[in-house]
């Protein structure tokens, strides 16, 4: 049966060249930046910084430390009477390591938080960024057996005084300072931003850039967006810890409608530059569908047209603003936790290039690469990333409260129920 016709396209606020700029600018900011589980200080004081910039923003910290974002409750009361709050939310941490002790002058202890295979650690380069943001490299050495659910890595240090207790004036490493991978600087080449930590920092991004397109557009009219708020959680990388614990707090309010930011690993049918993906489930769990289905119908009307021509259109029938439509089932992201802890969530993903750093995955996890494992910087298309910001927009201006699927499904009834007559 043939589709039924497209909505018109209603597309969302036209962002300007300078807002885009700064929104680049953002990106190659935040993913910059470096943040583990349960460090996330750096990441967290950007976006404390962003939010004391905004008069109308009201940032608050839960009990768990994830951050909550909104329009200040004097400005909501001139939201749309009876809108159901939605929340963007992504995480603030990224797969890196943590000094536990410092074994001896110029020799570290470090924990490793997050998802990496072994095969990538063996002397492999890293930075330890100090309480000051002084950087000092060194190199992994081997293992170290220690207690807890991390697994320790021994790091002979550049500088062996630069542990604590070397000589009067040197820098000073401390337990608890963050070590990354030595990837080198973000940068973007040919339309891709190369960064440390695109996952998930570039949707942390994305989400502030569409606020702060919202918040100009509540300026002129309140009655142009919804109740946009944004949650910024901690420790993903470890298990979905701070989403569980906003969940557990009831940091949202149990009627929130709430959209997961994700950058999750490209496949060939989920390529990066494709556009945003309106992802319908992970390796756990199937999202929401009416709130998934809802996200869906924006993109559609944004772009003018669905994710994926139908058999009936010829391949330059595609729209020019691309969006996708997928499972991404390579991994978990806390739409999961939401939707098992009673909230109506889905999420909304970019593809991401090089998944934790893991540079030709693919060949190494099928043992077929002819060069030794090596770590690198992530990378997404900026494109994409603008085209989130695109679709954020349009979610915070306007989403479908019902089952869009359900009109569509009522529609083609009332169009062509005559042929069984």
Same mark, same amino acid.
């Given at each position: 049966?043939?589709?039924?016709?497209?909505?018109?396209?209603?597309?969302?606020?036209?962002?300007?060249?300078?807002?885009?700029?700064?929104?680049?600018?953002?990106?190659?900011?935040?993913?910059?930046?470096?943040?583990?589980?349960?460090?996330?200080?750096?990441?967290?004081?950007?976006?404390?910084?962003?939010?004391?910039?905004?008069?109308?923003?009201?940032?608050?910290?839960?009990?768990?430390?994830?951050?909550?974002?909104?329009?200040?409750?004097?400005?909501?009361?001139?939201?749309?009477?009876?809108?159901?709050?939605?929340?963007?939310?992504?995480?603030?941490?990224?797969?890196?390591?943590?000094?536990?002790?410092?074994?001896?002058?110029?020799?570290?202890?470090?924990?490793?938080?997050?998802?990496?295979?072994?095969?990538?650690?063996?002397?492999?380069?890293?930075?330890?960024?100090?309480?000051?943001?002084?950087?000092?490299?060194?190199?992994?050495?081997?293992?170290?057996?220690?207690?807890?659910?991390?697994?320790?890595?021994?790091?002979?240090?550049?500088?062996?005084?630069?542990?604590?207790?070397?000589?009067?004036?040197?820098?000073?490493?401390?337990?608890?300072?963050?070590?990354?991978?030595?990837?080198?600087?973000? !940068?973007?080449?040919? @339309?891709?931003?190369?960064?440390? &930590?695109?996952?998930? /920092? =570039?949707? *942390?991004? $994305?989400?502030?850039?569409?606020?702060?397109?919202?918040?100009?557009?509540?300026?002129?009219?309140?009655?142009?967006?919804?109740?946009?708020?944004?949650?910024?959680?901690?420790?993903?990388?470890?298990?979905?810890?701070?989403?569980?614990?906003?969940?557990?707090?009831?940091?949202?309010?149990?009627?929130?409608?709430?959209?997961?930011?994700?950058?999750?690993?490209?496949?060939?049918?989920?390529?990066?530059?494709?556009?945003?993906?309106?992802?319908?489930?992970?390796?756990?769990?199937?999202?929401?569908?009416?709130?998934?289905?809802?996200?869906?119908?924006?993109?559609? !009307?944004?772009?003018? @047209?669905?994710?994926?021509?139908? &058999?009936?259109?010829? /391949? =330059?029938? *595609?729209? $020019?603003?691309?969006?996708?439509?997928?499972?991404?089932?390579?991994?978990?992201?806390?739409?999961?936790?939401?939707?098992?802890?009673?909230?109506?969530?889905?999420?909304?993903?970019?593809?991401?290039?090089?998944?934790?750093?893991?540079?030709?995955?693919?060949?190494?996890?099928?043992?077929?690469?002819?060069?030794?494992?090596?770590?690198?910087?992530?990378?997404?298309?900026?494109?994409?990333?603008?085209?989130?910001?695109?679709?954020?927009?349009?979610?915070?201006?306007?989403?479908?409260?019902?089952?869009?699927?359900?009109?569509?499904?009522?529609?083609?009834?009332? !169009?062509?129920?005559?042929?069984?007559?």
């Amino acid at each position: 049966m043939a589709d039924a016709p497209t909505a018109p396209s209603t597309r969302p606020h036209a962002i300007d060249p300078a807002a885009r700029a700064t929104h680049r600018r953002w990106l190659l900011e935040v993913t910059s930046l470096p943040t583990a589980s349960g460090k996330e200080s750096r990441a967290v004081a950007w976006i404390e910084r962003w939010a004391a910039a905004r008069p109308a923003v009201e940032l608050t910290v839960d009990a768990a430390g994830n951050l909550h974002a909104s329009i200040r409750r004097e400005a909501r009361d001139s939201l749309p009477p009876g809108s159901r709050p939605v929340y963007l939310t992504a995480h603030l941490d990224h797969p890196a390591f943590v000094v536990e002790r410092i074994v001896a002058p110029g020799t570290l202890q470090l924990s490793f938080r997050g998802g990496v295979m072994d095969e990538y650690f063996s002397d492999a380069r890293v930075v330890v960024w100090t309480g000051s943001d002084e950087r000092i490299g060194a190199t992994l050495t081997g293992t170290t057996h220690a207690e807890g659910p991390f697994k320790h890595y021994l790091a002979r240090l550049d500088d062996a005084g630069a542990g604590r207790g070397g000589p009067a004036g040197s820098t000073s490493i401390a337990v608890g300072d963050v070590a990354v991978w030595d990837v080198g600087p973000a !940068e973007e080449i040919d @339309g891709l931003m190369h960064a440390l &930590a695109c996952d998930d /920092l =570039a949707a *942390a991004a $994305a989400a502030v850039a569409a606020m702060d397109v919202l918040l100009g557009l509540h300026a002129k009219d309140p009655a142009s967006i919804g109740d946009v708020r944004l949650l910024f959680t901690r420790a993903e990388e470890i298990g979905f810890i701070g989403a569980i614990a906003a969940c557990r707090e009831r940091t949202m309010p149990m009627d929130a409608r709430v959209i997961a930011l994700e950058n999750s690993r490209s496949f060939a049918e989920s390529p990066i530059g494709g556009g945003p993906i309106v992802r319908v489930g992970d390796r756990l769990s199937v999202f929401s569908p009416a709130l998934t289905e809802a996200i869906a119908r924006r993109a559609e !009307e944004v772009a003018g @047209g669905p994710a994926s021509v139908t &058999a009936s259109q010829k /391949l =330059a029938d *595609a729209p $020019a603003w691309k969006w996708q439509r997928k499972l991404m089932a390579g991994g978990a992201c806390e739409a999961s936790v939401f939707c098992a802890s009673g909230y109506e969530a889905t999420c909304v993903c970019l593809p991401l290039g090089n998944y934790h750093n893991m540079a030709d995955l693919a060949a190494v996890q099928a043992g077929a690469n002819t060069t030794r494992p090596r770590v690198a910087r992530e990378f997404i298309s900026v494109a994409d990333y603008e085209g989130l910001v695109d679709l954020l927009v349009a979610c915070g201006q306007r989403l479908p409260a019902s089952a869009p699927l359900r009109e569509r499904f009522e529609r083609l009834w009332t !169009e062509r129920s005559f042929v069984l007559a």
